[in-house]
């Protein structure tokens, strides 16, 4: 299983950025997928997480300004983030689920490599 996330960048507060993420070699479309990000001094904290049958939950702090989604047949999953803070700057992860189907999301052993969103104020 490789995940090869994307898109990141450096954005003025306020702005939006758009991740991507590519799976290749697994059965993307029943798994649950995660996005993850981890600040410098800080611990790895979930941001926002689909089912495979495309619910979605996300931490408070980024509720209404990210949203999750996913294209099966494309193996893809997207985290768009709008209004960006300061405070959003971190390194972001996606992460290939352990669980499948319409079982709430848990994290599994897959990660991709990270990619560096950072916000100036």
């Known amino acids: 299983v490789q995940l090869q996330a994307s898109g990141g960048g450096l954005v003025q507060a306020g702005g939006s950025l758009r991740l991507s993420c590519l799976a290749s070699?697994?059965?993307?479309?029943?798994?649950?997928m995660g996005w993850y990000r981890q600040a410098p001094g800080k611990q790895r904290e979930l941001v926002a997480a689909?089912?495979?049958?495309?619910?979605?939950n996300y931490a408070d702090s980024v509720k209404g300004r990210f949203t999750i989604s996913r294209d099966n047949a494309k193996n893809m999953v997207y985290l768009q983030m709008n209004s960006l803070k300061p405070e959003d700057t971190a390194v972001y992860y996606c992460?290939?689920?352990?669980?499948?189907?319409?079982?709430?999301?848990?994290?599994?052993?897959?990660w991709g490599q990270g990619t560096q969103v950072t916000v100036s104020s």
């Open positions: 689909i089912t495979s049958d495309f619910r979605t």
């Open positions: 070699g697994t059965i993307f479309s029943i798994y649950g």
């Open positions: 992460n290939r689920g352990r669980t499948q189907y319409s079982a709430p999301y848990s994290p599994g052993d897959y």
